[in-house]
């Protein structure tokens, strides 16, 4: 099993920036990628960024520009700084882990998510 804590959410103005911070523990070995969802009230969950273990990285069209992630293999963390924040920014963002079980058969994790919400 993967645990992941995310933390880093809040309140923040429009423009404002925030940066997210999940920890990812337990069995942690087979990991290939981490990353950032969110889900707002009424809507799917979407891809917020991802970042596999080769440093390649990918975002939604909305953050592309104004949010970067990265990740700290020492701390077994990845973060999502978001900058120029706007009100359609407002959700529940979600860390995610991907996990190969056997073969090419993975195993999604996820965090509990931490609030981010952007005022106008």
């Known amino acids: 099993q993967v645990q992941l804590v995310e933390s880093g959410g809040g309140l923040v103005q429009a423009g404002g920036s925030l940066t997210l911070s999940c920890v990812a523990s337990g069995s942690i070995f087979g990991i290939t990628s981490m990353g950032w969802y969110r889900q707002a009230p009424g809507k799917q969950r979407e891809l917020v960024a991802v970042?596999?273990?080769?440093?390649?990285?990918n975002y939604t069209n909305s953050a592309k520009g104004r949010f970067t992630i990265s990740r700290d293999n020492a701390k077994n963390t990845v973060y999502l700084q978001m900058n120029t924040l706007k009100p359609e920014d407002t959700a529940v963002y979600y860390c995610?882990?991907?996990?190969?079980?056997?073969?090419?058969?993975?195993?999604?994790?996820w965090g509990q998510g931490t609030q981010v919400t952007v005022s106008s």
């Open positions: 995610n882990a991907k996990r190969v079980v056997v073969a090419s058969i993975y195993m999604d994790y």
């Open positions: 970042l596999s273990n080769g440093n390649m990285s």
